[in-house]
Nanobody, 119 residues
Framework: QVQLVESGGGLVQPGGSLRLSCAAS????????MGWYRQAPGKQRELVAD???????NYADSVKGRFTISRDNPKNTVYLQMNSLKPEDTAVYYC?????????????WGQGTQVTVSS
């Protein structure tokens, strides 16, 4: 089992910045990728960004150029730096980790952290 603990959400004005952190613990071997998803009220959960253990990144079009994902492998922690925030970025942000063992991929989720962008 992998446990994910998120931190860093909150209320910010449009144009502001926030940094989310997610620390993984437990059986943290063979974690291929870590990332962030978000879910706004009435909408499906969507990928925001993810990063592989090798550092390859992937971003949703809506956040490219504004958000940056990074990963500290020794600390098993992933970060999401969010700049130029917009009201439409308001959502619950969930940390995700994908573990590959014996060819089977298992996804783990954090409890979620609320990000609200409002004046």
């Amino acid at each position: 089992q992998v446990q994910l603990v998120e931190s860093g959400g909150g209320l910010v004005q449009p144009g502001g910045s926030l940094r989310l952190s997610c620390a993984a613990s437990g059986s943290i071997f063979n974690i291929y990728s870590m990332g962030w998803y978000r879910q706004a009220p009435g909408k499906q959960r969507e990928l925001v960004a993810d990063i592989t253990s090798g550092g390859r990144t992937n971003y949703a079009d809506s956040v490219k150029g504004r958000f940056t994902i990074s990963r500290d492998n020794p600390k098993n922690t992933v970060y999401l730096q969010m700049n130029s925030l917009k009201p439409e970025d308001t959502a619950v942000y969930y940390c995700n980790a994908r573990q590959v063992q014996y060819g089977i991929t298992t996804a783990y989720w954090g409890q979620g952290t609320q990000v609200t962008v409002s004046s």
